[in-house]
């Protein structure tokens, strides 16, 4: 699925450069489950702008379903974006004039899905995580929880081979981001491949594996117990 060779990331702030990735390597297979770890100004923002294609590597080699992506012009990236990779925000990121429906449909409509058939797809997806009686309300009258689950459903829509969740219970209480996790899981557990940033040591150990990262470079790469992680148990939260 994903295959990252050398890759590094050098930013130039006046005559400073900064390293914010030296170097990393590593893969996920289809069907992983896989959590970015790290302190903060470690590089797990870069590492994911880079995975989701919303950034380009100073160097190195990452490869999507075996297409070296790194070399797509931004025309080709944005295709990529929009049919492979399902995106999960901290902030939700949803567009407070829309319905909870139209905001689910945004990626069917740069996709060129036509409306009845974006309304159909959008309300399965909205389905899916339990908010089809909340589809005509807009952001503000729906709770966190619910607002990150209209996140999960918009990535969702275009059948990506990718989610990429980056801190998606960091804005939720603990019960419902237990319920956020829970819908990960069960995503997964139908063959979605996750990859999922977060902070909490809780939270990335509901993955098969965690990649720590320090300074930009990878520190290491812990294999979890996969009966453990599989079985999801409950989450603890700091």
Known sequence: MINLENITKVYSMGSVEVR???????????????????PSGSGKST??????????????????????VSKLDDTELAHVRNKRIGFVFQQFNLLPRETVLGNVEIPLMYAGVGGKERRRIATEALARVGL??????????????QKQRVAIARALVNSPSLILADEPT?????RTGGEILAILDKLNAEGCTIALVTHDRSVAERARRIVHLRDGAVERI???DVERSAERGPVRWA
Request: one cysteine or more.
């Open 20 to 38: 914010a990735l030296d170097d990393v390597s590593f893969s996920i297979s289809d069907g992983d489950y896989v959590s970015i770890m790290g």
């Open 222 to 224: 812990e294999e979890l």
């Open 47 to 68: 590492l994911m702008h880079i995975v989701g294609c919303l950034d380009r590597p100073s160097s190195g080699r990452y490869s999507l379903q075996g297409e070296d």
């Open 170 to 174: 960091g804005n939720l209480d603990s």
């Open 132 to 145: 089809a009686d909340r589809m005509h309300h807009r952001p503000a009258e729906i709770s966190g929880g």
